[in-house]
């Protein structure tokens, strides 16, 4: 164990240097350091309609310290950083939450990554807008490289279109707002200057669906700068490296070459078609046949796909999608006025009360049970669940254990030693591990709220004396803690008097205890990761069965050299849900090779690789039809088909002068 701070927490371990995951300290009941974030709003029935969820009422307890950050949990392990909940507290009482990303060992040695670590923190920190993800703090820290930044309960784009298939895609309206804050965002990046004055020249290079947060109260984040590209920056992109991800590059991005502010306004483009149309634009099999595809391939129209996109709209996504940077929007923001002038023409307003509506419609569970974390990486994850109304009523800590036919334990076992964080309730089992954003699901009543009202009745039919318990604050109330039924004196009435007759006593209303489903997802390939709802787990957890929560939960399933999977299952209370997934093998692309000779002599590239300068002997490159893109040596540029068979060498030769 980590040794303690003024507090009594331990210090945040630092992970193994080999990248596995830490182990969170779980701490002892007595740590109370948690916050309350409100989620009822009660609004007067003359407003006009808003998003009524809020985050609710639940205490999160700290785990363990980071410097005079309290950890809260874990949210995202990755291969180069692990991403956590924090929360950051002032000596006068106030107290805010955030999100520590802090860098792994394994990388740490390598002085290019934390160069671009850093350039990412020193880049964002610079910029302030309320469409950009706010960075707080960055540095070293208990011998960690780390970033401090703003904590956005939501989902991102990319969730947010998967769960609007489900009905009839995004709103029209709703997508063009969406993109025209994030191109508000991208204006301030590209035009941004440092301290001194100096334009940084900002270029995001990662704009895409994954990349853009709408938070439950309907404001639209630009995430992630890790590998924006800026004249400032110190860790600078050698000529010819490819950096982004290939189904939102532009297609100079794809070819290598120096680009600008009008790369963002393609990858923009990208996701507005995508946000319309309700599927991928350029994503393919494999990385080449994505970028070939960016690179030579028109866009679909979108009015062929959907027909209530408007001309206009169509328009503007036509000319962000232009492969030519001189006939795309000039700029982020004279996208962003076409987007705006082209909702002021439709007569609707889009708000930001809207866009909450919105998300409450697409993720009420997740907004009703409010962030969930990882407090125990490698043993049972825990959360904590509501009960009771919201009127203020005080929660019930309540935990998961391993399989529902685990024996609960009393107070002064394991689970009540773990009550701070897991919040445990013999009564009911359920748990899900959802990422922060996700809300919390709400359980019914306490086990002590039960007991209570069996004595309630008992009493009654016993002869209608009164009587009271109470339930304890804060902790799960054990038996013991209900005072056992009182005999009734014995009262003598005159023989005269008529004995009253004993009205039955009123039966209480059913207690309804919502009990965890088991989620069972069947992968015909074993390296396969499956993702059930924002849980993500091996194929073989997943087989096994995993409790989660009753509800409707997005499935994914991807594994290397394979098609993914994307469905859905419904798990209901007590019961099994099965999905049979199969993830069909990829095209194997086997190469050939190609000999290529021309005159005058020329370079050759096929896609963004170059092949060499002719003549050219036997260079390996994909099997079927290959476009090469041939350069001479005055500067003019050809293009030419050939065919080339599996395993096979073909030889070319142009006469680039006839």
């Known amino acids: 164990m980590a040794p303690a701070n003024a507090k009594g927490l331990p210090r945040l371990p630092l992970p193994p240097a080999d990248g596995s995951p830490t182990t969170l300290p779980v701490p002892a009941p007595e740590d109370d350091g948690g916050i309350e974030i409100d989620i009822a709003m009660e609004k007067a029935p003359s407003e006009p309609p ?3 969820l809020r985050a609710a009422r639940v205490p999160l307890s700290a785990i363990c310290m980071f410097g005079r950050f309290e950890i809260l949990g874990r949210i995202a392990f990755g291969g180069m950083a692990e991403i956590f909940l924090g929360r950051e507290s002032t000596s006068v009482g106030a107290s805010r939450l955030l999100v520590i990303k802090r860098i792994l060992p394994h990388v740490a040695d390598d002085p290019k990554f934390v160069e671009m670590f850093l350039d990412e923190a020193r880049l964002a920190i610079q910029l302030s807008h309320t469409n950009i993800c706010h960075i707080y703090e960055f540095g070293d820290l208990e011998g960690s490289y780390f970033i401090a930044m703003e904590w956005i309960p939501g989902a991102v784009l990319g969730k947010i ?4 298939r489900r009905e009839k895609g995004l709103a029209v309206e709703l997508a063009a707002k969406i993109i025209a804050e994030v191109a508000e965002a991208l204006h301030h990046a590209h035009t941004a200057r440092d301290a001194n004055g100096t334009p940084m020249q900002i270029v995001h290079r990662d704009v895409s669906p994954h990349n853009v947060m709408v938070s439950y109260d309907g404001h639209v984040k630009l995430l992630d700068f890790g590998i924006a590209k800026a004249q400032t920056a110190s860790s600078k992109t050698e000529a010819g490296v490819v950096k982004g991800k290939f189904a939102y590059m532009s297609p100079q991005q794809c070819l290598g070459k120096n680009i600008d502010a009008r790369a963002d306004v393609f990858a923009l483009g990208i996701c507005l078609w995508e946000a319309l149309a ?9 990385d080449y046949e994505t970028m070939k595809s960016v690179i030579e391939d028109d866009a679909p129209s979108l009015r062929a796909l959907r027909s209530e996109v408007p001309e206009a709209l169509e328009a503007i996504v036509v000319k962000a999608l232009q492969k030519s940077p001189d006939a795309r929007w000039r ?17 609707k307003a889009v708000t930001t009360s809207r866009l909450a509506l919105m998300m409450e419609s697409l993720f009420a569970e997740e907004i009703r049970r409010g962030p969930l974390v990882d407090s125990t990486p490698f043993g049972a994850s825990f959360h904590r669940q509501l009960t009771g109304s919201a009127s203020g009523e005080r929660s019930v800590p309540t935990g998961m254990a391993a399989r529902p036919s685990s024996p609960p334990t009393t107070a002064s076992g394991p689970r009540a030693r773990n009550a701070a964080i897991t919040g445990s309730q013999p009564a009911a089992d359920a748990a899900s591990l959802d990422e922060p954003g996700d809300a919390m699901p709400t359980s019914g009543p306490s086990r002590g709220r039960v007991l209570a009202l069996g004595a309630l009745v008992l009493l009654l039919v016993a002869g209608g004396v009164a009587f009271g318990a109470s339930i304890g604050g804060g902790g799960e109330t054990p038996e013991h803690a209900i005072s056992p039924p009182v005999a009734p004196p014995v009262v003598t009435a005159p023989l005269a008097v008529p004995t009253p007759p004993v009205e039955p006593p009123v039966a209480p209303p059913p207690v309804v205890v919502v009990a965890p489903g088991t989620a069972i997802v069947l992968v015909d390939v074993d390296t396969a990761m499956v993702r059930i709802g924002d849980r993500e787990v091996t194929a073989a957890d997943a087989e096994a069965g995993i409790e989660i929560a009753p509800g409707h939960y997005d499935v994914h399933a991807e594994a290397e050299g394979h098609r993914s999977f994307d469905g859905a299952l419904d798990v209901e209370s007590g019961a099994e849900a099965r999905l049979t997934v199969s993830l069909p093998a990829r095209r194997v692309v086997v190469p050939g090779r190609l000999s290529i000779n021309t005159r005058p002599w020329s370079k050759v590239y096929v896609g963004p690789r170059l092949l060499g ?7 390996s490159v994909p099997s079927g039809s290959v476009r090469l893109r041939i350069v001479d040596r005055d500067g003019r540029t050809f293009s030419r088909t050939v065919t080339v068979h599996a395993g096979a060498t073909e030889s070319v030769f142009y006469d680039l002068d006839h």
């Open 613 to 619: 300068t002719t003549p050219i002997g036997e260079a």
């Open 278 to 286: 309700g599927t991928s634009l350029y994503q393919r099999d494999t």
């Open 161 to 164: 279109l998967r769960r609007a």
């Open 331 to 347: 700029s982020a923001a004279e996208m962003q006025i076409a987007l705006e002038d082209w909702l002021a023409s439709t007569g």
């Open 50 to 52: 808003t998003h009524a």
